[in-house]
């Protein structure tokens, strides 16, 4: 399994627990230039976009760009992703309690009661 399939399923466990929602975005946002919008199949070596547009940039920085483009146009359209918080200190150590080791317990202890 690779990180993005593990990441995936983690999300997809932890979320209802916590009252999230999972929101999909199917786009291949490295493969769209942030600029123009043109979509083009490029190689997974290619770590710099060069657009026809003139952009040049990085492919994870396009990536992230047009993730949080996306993101702002659909915000308003759903009441949970508002500015609130979800998760209380009794329920992220309750649901991260076993992805930690026992070394990093205190350290989050003192974080959450501080």
């Not at 932890?14 to 999909?24: C, K, S």
């Not at 043109?38 to 026809?52: G, L, Q, S, Y």
């Amino acid at each position: 399994m690779q990180f993005p399939t593990l990441f995936y399923h983690f999300c997809s466990r932890i979320h209802p627990p916590l009252g999230g929602e999972r929101i999909e975005h199917g786009n291949k946002t490295t493969q769209v230039c942030c600029k123009c919008e043109k979509a083009k199949k490029r190689p997974i070596f290619e770590r710099i976009i060069n657009c026809d547009c003139g952009s040049h940039i990085d492919r994870d920085l396009n990536s992230a760009i047009n993730i949080m483009v996306y993101f702002l146009d659909i915000k308003d359209n759903f009441d949970f992703l508002s500015h609130k918080f979800s998760v209380n200190a009794e329920s992220f150590q309750k649901h991260w309690d076993g992805f930690l080791r026992h070394t990093d317990q205190f350290v989050l202890e003192a974080i959450v009661h501080s």
